[in-house]
């Protein structure tokens, strides 16, 4: 076991809790601290990257510690355990931080909070991110579960409601630290409540007394886990009663991070209760039973979450509620691989792709939904409103946000060759694949099918009312710019990266092979083998997916979609040039009105109207829809 690993984590965590009493004061001087909250954080996300590449590098067992603490009373041990899986999390957790970070100098800079001191914004910043480090390295549900989960959510509390002075964003704020607080009471009394469990018991052991436990008690505390951490990942309906007013109301960075990597540790606790925490010696049924209905939870979300977000004039609700369906996506893979792991091996290869389906959105939802939370952010920073019945027209006057809105848009969408294909593929090919043998999961495919093509509507909508039709020259801030390069450079990182997603999906199916080959668990012994991974195999122009006899059944080759959109591009360019056709400007037609204005003009609020009445049972309504 490698000791230098334990030492990183410390130092780390130090230098994010180190930042957090320092930068507040240089609050007075709000670009000079933001620097400085910018460099503690990607300096410890370049600790937390190392500590990732020892761990997916090496082939030992995972780093397992005990974190001693002598206070008055006695010593507190905290058990800490680092694999593969808490490894990729840590980089996903500290690089987006970091890049956040950057954001924030020049974000925060935004007139409707120059009248805000920092002092709280930089003293939060950092313990939020350390307790979401934490959150992913320690080793129970109790006290180092229950230190790392207050940092996390006390600290982010503060982050949301830091435009205090807006009694709604209060509201929002205090209902938001209600609820994560029933949720870590639910996990820590299902941490508590088994014979022989006490406080700083490691995981693996409350795995053998939960194996050891009546099927009621057992029953009890995975639904109390399970229903905590649901919470923080936003799952039906929970997620509806806190995730749209808390994400819609902090400033944007802080949006980016809780859509992008908070919610990430729910759907983390949620995979380890699954996957670690369950006995192996539990009856094939019991565990099938789990995992059927963790994805009914899954399809649920992800249907209602996105129909919910279709009807959002507000940008900022909307990206809220699209990380509700999004994130149904990953329950719905997890509980779809849960089911699969049962007695019958020939679904262990899907249960394979299904998690690997999970893995992937993972990281590309952290990516393209903190890029989307960034570029409303810019919008707002420059326009001052977030309301997509006030937008329109800013192609022109933000061209690169919109250039990068448009990535992060489409990936969101899960369109061919870019990073949200990939995932969603796995994930629904996964369910589809399934046939007869577990029938229901086609069903669970066909709803993911149709609720892709649902949040391919809601961004067009986002996309086309903010930056390509007409109306933000009737927008009261005429001064409407691009935003600075501090501002852009954080989201041309973010962008560049989901196209790495996107394009070269194999290098990421590559980290999960690894993160197999560095944990411990049911999911390393079942699919960790040669045999299942074989039926992975990638390559520079994609990923395949092959059956038992070595036939490949589904495939996702993105380098050979864009080098055929490419070939059609050029082929429709020499048509029409063949062609010899000319192109003339004429006025637009304005049916019958003499001039266009923001009284007959196209709103948000009026596109897919049908389509939302339909809909309106979903819930999520907004001005009638």
């Known amino acids: 076991m490698d000791h230098s690993i334990y030492t990183s984590l410390q130092t780390g965590i130090l230098l994010l809790l180190a930042s957090a009493l320092i930068t507040p004061l240089l609050a007075g001087k709000r670009k000079w601290a933001g620097s400085l909250n910018f460099l503690a954080t990607l300096a410890a996300a370049v600790v937390f990257t190392g500590i990732a590449v020892k761990v997916l590098g090496g082939s030992a067992a995972p780093a397992t510690f005990d974190l001693h603490v002598d206070l008055v009373w006695g010593s507190l041990a905290i058990p800490l355990m680092i694999d593969g899986f808490s490894a990729v999390f840590m980089v996903l957790i500290s690089s987006v931080a970091a890049v956040t970070a950057f954001y924030c100098i020049d974000y925060m800079e935004m007139d409707h909070y120059r009248h805000y001191s920092l002092r709280s914004f930089f003293f939060c910043y950092p313990v939020f991110i350390a307790g979401m480090i934490a959150l992913v390295t320690v080793d129970d549900l109790t006290t180092g579960f229950t230190i790392a989960w207050q940092m996390m959510t006390i600290a982010s509390f503060f982050l949301i409601r830091f435009d205090y002075r807006d009694e709604v964003i209060v509201r929002s704020a205090n209902k938001y630290l209600i609820l994560m607080e029933l949720a870590w009471a639910a996990v820590l009394a299902a941490g508590l409540m088994l014979p022989g469990c006490t406080w700083g018991t490691p995981l693996h052991q409350i795995a053998e007394h939960l194996g050891m436990a009546d099927a009621g008690l057992r029953t009890l505390v995975l639904t109390l886990t399970l229903l905590g951490f649901g919470m923080k990942a936003g799952m039906f309906p929970l997620g509806q009663l806190w995730l749209p007013d808390a994400h819609s109301v902090a400033p944007s960075p802080i949006s980016a991070l809780l859509s992008g990597v908070m919610l990430k540790t729910g759907i983390y606790g949620m995979i380890r209760t699954l996957f670690w925490m369950m006995p192996d010696t539990l009856p094939a049924q019991e565990v099938q039973y789990w995992g059927l209905v963790v994805a009914i939870i899954g399809v649920v979300t992800l249907f209602i979450g996105t129909s919910q977000s279709l009807k959002q004039v507000d940008a900022k609700r909307l990206n809220a509620y699209s990380s509700i369906g999004q994130i149904g996506y990953i329950i719905l893979a997890v509980g779809a691989a849960r089911y699969y792991l049962g007695a019958n091996a020939a679904l262990h290869a899907l249960a394979l792709l299904a998690i690997l389906g999970a893995f992937l ?265």
């Not at 069903?443 to 099918?449: C, E, M, R, S, T």
């Not at 192109?583 to 948000?604: H, I, K």
């Not at 609020?605 to 309106?616: E, G, L, P, R, V």
């Open 361 to 625: 959105h993972v990281l590309n939802h952290a990516i393209f939904k903190s890029l989307l939370f960034l570029c409303v952010g810019s919008v707002q920073f420059t326009t001052g409103t977030k309301d997509l019945d006030k937008l329109g027209g800013l192609f022109a006057l933000m061209p690169v946000t919109a250039i990068i809105a448009g990535i992060a848009a489409i990936a969101v969408s899960g369109v061919p060759a870019f990073s949200g294909f990939t995932s969603k593929w796995a994930i629904v090919g996964s369910t589809l694949l399934s046939g007869k043998t577990a029938g229901i999961f086609v069903i669970f495919g066909v709803i993911a099918l149709v609720t892709s093509a649902m949040t391919l509507a809601t961004y067009v909508k986002l996309y086309g009312m903010t930056f390509t039709s007409v109306g933000v020259e009737w927008n009261d801030k005429n001064n409407v710019h691009e935003v600075s390069k501090v501002m852009l450079a954080p989201k041309l990182v973010l962008a560049a990266v989901c196209l790495v997603q996107g394009f070269f999906p194999w290098l990421f199916v590559a980290l999960f092979g690894r993160v197999l080959a560095t944990s411990e668990g049911v999911l390393t012994q079942t699919l960790g083998t040669p045999e299942v991974l074989a039926s992975l195999s990638q390559n520079y122009a994609g990923v395949s997916f092959a059956a038992a006899n070595g036939s490949p059944v589904a495939f996702s080759l993105p380098l050979v979609m864009i080098a055929m959109l490419v070939v059609a591009l050029l082929a429709a360019l020499w048509l029409r040039r063949a062609g010899g056709a000319e192109e003339r400007t004429a006025p637009v037609w304005l049916c019958g009105y003499q001039t266009l204005n923001n009284a007959n003009r196209y709103l948000s609020s009026h596109i897919f109207d049908a389509f939302k009445k339909f809909m309106k049972w979903t819930g999520g309504n907004v001005r009638g829809a």
